[in-house]
């Protein structure tokens, strides 16, 4: 089911926290949400989940309205909010049976269902605590369940591995990457590399618009601008080898990160590639090349380059 | 319907894990136990008549306070929780929500209602006793809470805070108690008459004599719907406080 947000506007008093902004996710699409704090995440998940109504705009899950008809839309999205909030008061199979009862899961049903969200989520061990006794991670575990209970079309998960120790944070990538599959996942998270591992497209807003959209590996090349080269070569002095690098066309500029051991940065001209010619050069005059490393733009550098603005 | 039970139930559960029913319990029971036996100025040794007059009299007390205490919790601690945001993205209306709220209460008062019916039966081997006008006051110190109870989730909608929703509910309930017949006392004409008409202590005591009458009947519901309607038109406005 196709999650359709278009030209959604959240205005709270004369600010924008989102500000026209339109995508489409498809069925079996995990969609990685970045941007900074306050960028308009969390307002257009909440925008996407019913919990308000938007300033102007919709969404649309499958051909279901959130404006027109939200009691649709609520039966088909499983929502983990990022302050996962929870009745601390309650066992955890008590608050999984009364989320199934919510969702009006059929009584001889309910049981098993309930049994198998126990057992995806991890929480064999810890069902009969009260959930107040958990630790954050399983308290995480127990907010992913509850969104998970009613088998929804959609997925929204608002920051969903904060607080998970790396084997519980690489269950539970695993997780929603096996959902995502079948389902359409929108997550929201400030750790890039979870961000890279388990979507498959990216998004990023800033200030309420979206400043970046597509795969990691199309937005890296995008913000990619000349290749840049960190180069070891020993043999030469520096100015000789300053000047050798100079000459080639190539070659836009050098710079010395480490002058005594001849470790240099090369950035080529635009849409060049200097490697061969710095190869050629050291065989030629016998210098030894003892480093070349092509510096990839990082996802963190296209971050800053589209939030920074 | 079966959503607005399920909360209800997991309500009223939740009244008993934290003790808060216990507590409500014995506090009830005592109160109303002390001043219906004991010497206390009102018992009904005193009386010397076989009659439940002293036990409404003082649980109609008793109740007034109670239930803000009761319903303090019940939307305030959802919304500063965030469990409310959730609940609402859930296939739940607003309305059976605030309804399940409203009934895990009244059930609790009808616990605490029923726990007394030893000493109805106590009463009535001592005397002869109007059964009439023993249904007719259990009936509306039960219409006299449902009323409270739609006050007091109203005025836990507004707030995330228990105390300021604990305090509203008392403000507000007082004027009902206790206010309005003072004042109706010292006006006439048809302002009088309509505080007379909204003063809970009217409606209340003619139940208590035994006359279940439509028109006290109409008085109760309708606030109970108005809190409730309050509460819910609060929760629909949500989207404007959120931040």
Not at chain 2, 53 to 66: E, K, V
Request: charged share 20%; glycine share 8%.
């Amino acid at each position: 089911m196709d999650i359709v947000v278009e030209n959604l506007t959240k205005k709270y008093g004369a600010q924008r926290a989102v500000d026209n902004i339109s995508f489409t996710v498809r069925t079996g699409e995990v969609l990685g949400f970045l941007g900074p704090n306050g960028a308009g995440k969390t307002t257009t998940m909440k925008a996407i989940t019913t919990s308000f109504a938007p300033s102007s705009g919709d969404v649309r899950i499958g051909d279901i309205s959130v404006t027109e008809n939200p009691e649709e839309v609520k039966t088909r999205i499983g929502y983990l909010p990022e302050s996962n909030p929870l009745y601390t008061e309650m066992p955890v199979i008590d608050y999984l049976y009364y989320v199934a009862e919510i969702h009006g899961i059929p009584k001889k049903n309910r049981e098993e269902r309930i049994l198998e969200m126990v057992d995806i989520c991890g929480l064999e061990g810890e069902k009969h605590k009260l959930i107040s006794e958990l630790s954050k991670g399983y308290r995480q575990r127990v907010g992913l369940a509850q969104a998970l209970i009613h088998d929804p079309e959609v997925l929204i998960l608002d920051e969903p591995t904060t607080g998970l120790d790396p084997n519980q944070i690489v269950e539970i990538r695993e997780l929603i990457k096996r959902i995502g599959r079948e389902k359409t996942v929108i997550l929201s998270s400030h750790i890039l590399a979870e961000v890279e591992a388990t979507c498959d497209r990216i998004l990023i807003i800033n200030k309420g618009k979206i400043v970046a959209d597509g795969t990691a590996e199309e937005l890296r090349k995008s913000a990619q601008g000349n290749e840049i080269l960190h180069v070891g070569i020993e043999g030469p002095d520096k100015d000789q080898l300053f000047n050798a690098l100079k000459e080639i066309p190539s070659v836009e500029s050098v710079d010395f990160l480490d002058s005594k051991n001849g470790y240099i940065e090369i950035i080529a001209a635009n849409g060049m590639s200097s490697r061969k010619e710095v190869f050629n050069l050291c065989v030629k005059n016998n210098w030894e090349l003892t480093a070349m490393i092509p510096i990839e733009t990082k996802l963190e550098d296209v971050f800053r380059n589209v939030t920074m603005k | 319907m079966q959503k607005i039970w399920t909360i209800a139930k997991k309500e009223l559960r939740s009244f008993f894990d934290s003790l808060m029913a216990y507590v409500m319990l014995v506090l009830f029971l005592g109160f109303t136990g002390f001043f219906t036996w004991m010497p206390s100025g009102q018992d009904i040794f005193l009386i010397n008549q076989a009659t439940m007059q002293p036990f409404f009299g003082i649980a109609y007390w008793t109740l007034f306070f109670f239930v803000p205490l009761l319903t303090m919790r019940g939307i305030a601690e959802e919304k500063r929780s965030g469990t409310l945001e959730l609940l609402l993205t859930k296939p739940v209306t607003d309305w059976q929500f605030v309804t399940g709220k409203f009934l895990s209460t009244l059930m609790l008062i009808g616990i605490a209602l029923l726990l007394t019916i030893p000493y109805y039966i106590t009463i009535s081997r001592l005397g002869p006793i109007d059964h009439g006008a023993v249904i007719a006051g259990y009936t509306g110190l039960l219409l006299m809470s449902s009323a409270y109870i739609g006050i007091g989730i109203f005025a836990s909608s507004v707030s995330r805070n228990q105390i300021v929703a604990v305090l509203l509910a008392l403000l507000i309930g007082i004027f009902f108690h206790i206010i309005f017949d003072i004042l109706a006392r010292g006006v006439s004409g048809i302002t009088g008459e309509v505080l007379h008409y909204l003063s809970i202590s009217t409606h209340f005591e003619s139940l208590s004599r035994g006359v279940i009458d439509t028109k006290d009947l109409i008085y109760f519901l309708s606030i109970t719907f108005l809190g409730l309607l309050g509460s819910v038109s609060i929760l629909s406005k949500r989207s404007l406080s959120d931040a």
